[in-house]
Structures are given as C-alpha cells and as structure tokens.
C-alpha cells in the first residue's frame, strides 16, 4: 500500500502540480503520525507492561521478607534488577505496620517515528502494593485441632492425643469437618479437607480415639512423599503430603462432641504414629511457610501468626 503511495506521488510531481504536491506532502505526514501511534504507542504499552510484572514481583518477594523492611527493601531491588529495572528508575515504600510494601517505577521512553510530530520521549510508571498476613481461611486442612500454644520452629508437637487427659472427656484432638464419622475423618486425614475452614469458624469434635482410621490416613501420606530422601524437618518440601495445615483453636476444656472455636492455621511436618490401639497418638514438627501449591486461601495483616503465612497484591 505504501509503495503505490508513492508511486502516486512520483505522478504527482512530474505533473509538477503544486497544489497536489502539498496535499500528498500533509498526507505523508498523516501517515507518518498514524505510523508514529502504532510503533511508539505500541512501545510505550510494553515498557509499561514490562514494568508492571516487574513490580509484581518486586513487591510479592518483597512482602516475604516483612516485617524486616531492610530486608524486604533490599528484596525488592534486586528482582527489579532481576527484570532489567534498574534503582535509579525505581522506589519503595513500607507502611508504618511493616505489613505492606509499595514497588514503583518509571521509565522514559525515546520515540522513533512521533518525532515528526515534534514529540521526542513519553514516561510510562507502574505502581504495585503487596501485603503480608497470616492465613485466615484455607482449603485442605487436616482433621486435627491444636490448643493454641507458643510454637517453635522445628519442635515436635503432638497433633492428635493417645490420651484425652490434655483436650477432655472422651476427645484426642480429631476433629469432624463437614460431617461426623470414622470414613470422613479418615478421608479428610489422607487427601485433606476441599472444604473452606476460616478463623472464628466453630467445628465439632470428633470423639473417641479413631486409632485405625488414623493410623491408615497417616501411613497413606507419608507413603505418598515423592521425594528420596523422604521428607525431614532439615530436608522438606512444602508441597509434599506429609506437610499437613492443622486448626488451631482457642483453649477449652472439651467434653464429647463438642466444639472448638478457630483462631488461626499452623504447618506441621508429618512424624508419624506412635503407640498403637488407644494408646495411638500423631505428631509432627512445626513449620513456618506460605500454604502449599493448590489451597485457596486469604490472608489477613492483621491476623495473628501461627507459622502459616502468605502474600498478596492488592494494587
């Protein structure tokens, strides 16, 4: 199309008519502006995207590194640099909570073709704001419930009891979600609860020992880690089944079914079962991580943190 514009043009001019050679010259020039709306506005849309993932990601690594801002500052920095946007083009902001972290950045950008229209350089900016909380509802939980209690990393707790001396009268720490029952508990035990459980959630217990479908739903897990070595406390991959999310609730002196108020999530790393019969009880080391791949879950800065944490952007 373009070379049978010109053809016209050489026509044109060995026509040698004056008044047409202006006409076809403002044309050119329209033809110029609309090249100069496709290349460099199409230049600008993509140093403005460029930037945009780059703050994204900025601020998500960034957020994990809270409530430190130094750390979580220095973070920020270098996955801007990791995606070509270099300190000088960038800035970051931590909220007075040290929950929440703002990426910015902008860029000019020299145009080619618009510069016939007396235009030399646009700016394009992107701006992103993540927040760091702890979970405050999630998918997948285990049948287990834990007092709340200070938690350690790397400290064995026990997660379902051989005695109900430490929860009450006919309860070892199993809980019912969604329906009551040896085969639902053992289910939820071996693939997770797909429910959605949230802080200040009330949930019945389940009572009685349940010694054979725990036993079955713990060896299932721990048969189902993929990974050689089998998953440790020094070696663990969060993703692995053995990595359980246990309810945490708050204290109460239980007596048969009855039920335990939700304040928060914990990880623990599946140890395994020891006793057997009633004696039967489950443990697992405390972990601090962000949920596993899969679980749909939301997360609350102001919530308080049982080990189980995530990041978000909200801008």
């Known amino acids: 199309m373009i070379k049978k514009f010109f053809s016209v043009l ?10 047409v050679i202006a006409l076809a010259s403002a044309a050119l020039v329209v033809i110029l502006g609309l090249t100069a709306l496709v290349v460099d506005v199409g230049a600008l849309v993509l140093e403005k995207t460029r930037l945009s993932n780059a703050c994204d990601a900025a601020a998500l690594a960034a957020a994990r590194e809270l409530p430190s801002s130094t750390a979580a ?37 020299n145009y080619t073709f618009a510069r ?27 049948p287990f419930g834990i007092p709340e209690q200070p938690l350690v990393f790397g400290q064995e707790y026990q997660l379902k009891a051989g005695s109900h001396d430490d929860y009450g009268p006919g309860n070892y720490g199993a809980l019912a979600l969604e329906m009551p029952g040896a085969k639902s508990y053992r289910n939820n035990l071996m693939y997770g609860y797909d429910g959605v459980i949230s802080v ?21 897990r721990i048969s189902q880690c993929p990974h050689t070595p089998r998953c440790t406390i020094d070696n663990y991959h969060r993703d692995c089944p053995m990595v359980m999310i246990v309810p945490i609730y708050d204290p109460t002196v239980l007596n048969g079914r009855d039920k335990v108020h939700i304040v928060g999530f914990g990880a623990f790393l599946l140890k395994g079962v ?11 080391y405390f972990l601090e991580m ?3 791949e899969g679980l749909n879950y939301t997360i609350d800065p102001n919530q ?12």
């Open 116 to 142: 016939v229209l007396g235009l030399s350089s646009g700016t394009v900016s992107a701006r992103s704001t993540a927040v760091f909380g702890a979970v405050s509802s999630v998918t997948g939980i285990v």
């Open 200 to 220: 200040g959630d009330w949930v019945e217990t389940e009572p009685g020992n349940m010694s054979g479908p725990t036993e079955e739903g713990v060896k299932y």
């Open 304 to 315: 308080t943190d049982y080990g189980l944490h995530g990041t978000k952007l909200i801008e």
């Open 10 to 19: 050489v026509n044109l001019k060995n026509k040698e008519d004056g008044a």
């Open 73 to 109: 500052e220095l973070k920020a920095l270098r996955y801007l640099e990791y995606n070509g946007v270099s300190p000088q083009e960038a800035a970051v902001t931590i909220n007075e909570d040290h929950n929440s972290i703002t990426v910015e950045a902008t860029r000019t950008v």
């Open 274 to 284: 020891e006793g057997q019969g009633k004696k039967s009880c489950v443990t697992g």
């Open 290 to 292: 962000n949920p596993p």
